[in-house]
């Protein structure tokens, strides 16, 4: 839990100094400050839908070095998309998050080195600037089964099952509210949260296994309080880094021991098509285990990401409303008064400028006197004397 409270600290830091992005594409004026803000002011109306797909591979070969190893590879795939709806006060959005990956040591049989299937949807109205009143609900499970390769039954020789589709899944419906300014930042505080954990795998259906009661139990029922966060920064041009953070209390079993999980993806992308990227996994269920799962990847490989958000800003509803008759006075007062400043220093430099014209006219008749002084001849009585 120590290690679990000082990323919570540590990402509480990034969340407080920190900028927030501020992609809607609306012209932001002077004069607007004074105007009533239009609904999802800092969301692009209608549906915004981004991707990324990756296809990650990493392989160590050796042939006669001296030092040792073991050849291996392994593979991953990852995808990661958002359907978001914005319309008026209302959103609408959903994620879908699937990981898998397989990994082969020299002399072992492939194992899974990730298992991810991720589902949210949450649907929110927009109560105050940037809150909302918010239902949301959420899947999460993986796709194969899973194994201790350190537990080996000595008879069969298979190793101990711990997971497998649906064991555990956990279903959770939420009700609260969520602070959304842009795409790339939300706060989510639920007070209302049911969720159910279930394990359809007959060999997982212990007393003690994942919170069960009972032998035979195949899932168990928690209600309590989320809350959760998500914030993705762009430290670089081509590198971004991606938070999501959850903390779930049960209020019918021992509130004080929560559930805590941590996820930060950084990507660097090389290319439109080239990239790695490196993940983070923080997990800590006392209904599992009580230590703090820690899960690490690092991977090089192919990328596609696309969004739609730069066709979304062309949309008329996205464009910048056309001036009110109050801000086309305003303007033209503006401009008038600058167009009478204009004309006093014209007037002033006119001025001026006749002052100048009076001055060199003086020069002039002086010059020309002086000049006449010249011409003037001595007597020649005076020179003879």
């Known amino acids: 839990m120590k290690k679990i409270g000082l990323f919570l600290i540590l990402f509480g830091f990034t969340l407080t100094y920190s900028q927030t992005v501020d992609d809607s594409g609306n012209l932001q004026t002077t004069s607007r400050q ?16 981004s991707g990324a797909n990756s296809l990650q591979f990493n392989q160590a070969a050796f042939s006669n070095w001296i030092a040792g190893g073991v050849n291996s590879y392994s593979l991953t795939a990852n995808v990661d998309y958002e359907f978001n709806l914005t319309a008026g006060r209302h959103i609408w959005d959903n994620r879908v ?20 299937i991720d589902l949210t949807s949450s649907y929110g109205y927009e109560f105050i600037r940037h ?11 993986q796709f194969t089964e899973g194994f ?3 537990v ?30 842009n795409e790339n930042l939300q706060v989510n505080f639920h007070p209302f949260t049911s ?31 989320f809350l959760g966060a998500r914030y993705k920064i762009n430290i670089w041009d081509n590198i971004s880094y991606d938070n999501r953070l959850g903390i779930y209390s049960n209020y019918l079993n021992s509130p004080f021991n929560m559930d805590v999980a941590y996820q930060g993806v950084l990507d660097l992308k090389v290319n439109n098509f080239i990239s790695a990227q490196a993940t983070l996994n ?35 509803i996205n464009l910048p409303p056309p001036p009110t008759l109050e801000e086309l006075n305003e303007a033209l007062m ?38 006449e002084q010249k011409e003037v001849t001595v007597p020649e009585e005076i020179i003879n004397d």
Do not use: C, H
């Open 34 to 49: 004074y105007l009533k803000a239009k609904p999802n002011a800092d969301r692009l109306q209608g549906w915004y839908i």
């Open 97 to 116: 998050l699937l990981n898998y990956g397989v990994l082969r040591n020299e002399g072992e049989e492939y194992r899974k080195s990730n298992d991810v």
């Open 131 to 141: 809150f909302y009143f918010a239902a949301s609900a959420n899947f999460k499970t």
């Open 148 to 150: 201790d390769y350190a």
């Open 152 to 181: 080996q039954d000595s008879i069969t020789g298979d190793y101990k099952k711990i997971s497998n589709f649906m064991a555990p899944g956990y279903l959770s419906f939420g009700l609260g509210i969520d602070y959304k300014p």
């Open 195 to 225: 969720r159910f954990t279930f394990v359809q795998d007959k060999d997982l259906q212990t007393a003690g296994s994942f919170g069960l009661k009972e032998d035979g139990d195949n899932y168990l029922y928690e209600f309590g309080a």
């Open 282 to 316: 923080l997990f800590y269920d006392e209904d599992q285990i009580q230590r703090t799962q820690v899960k690490q990847t690092l991977g090089v490989g192919l990328s596609y990401n696309f969004n739609n958000a730069e066709k979304l800003k062309l949309k008329e």
């Open 334 to 371: 503006e401009a008038q008064k600058a167009a009478d400043a204009a004309t006093l220093k014209l007037q002033e430099a006119q001025e001026k400028v006749e002052e100048a014209t009076q001055e060199v006219d003086k020069t002039q008749e002086v010059l020309e006197d002086l000049n």
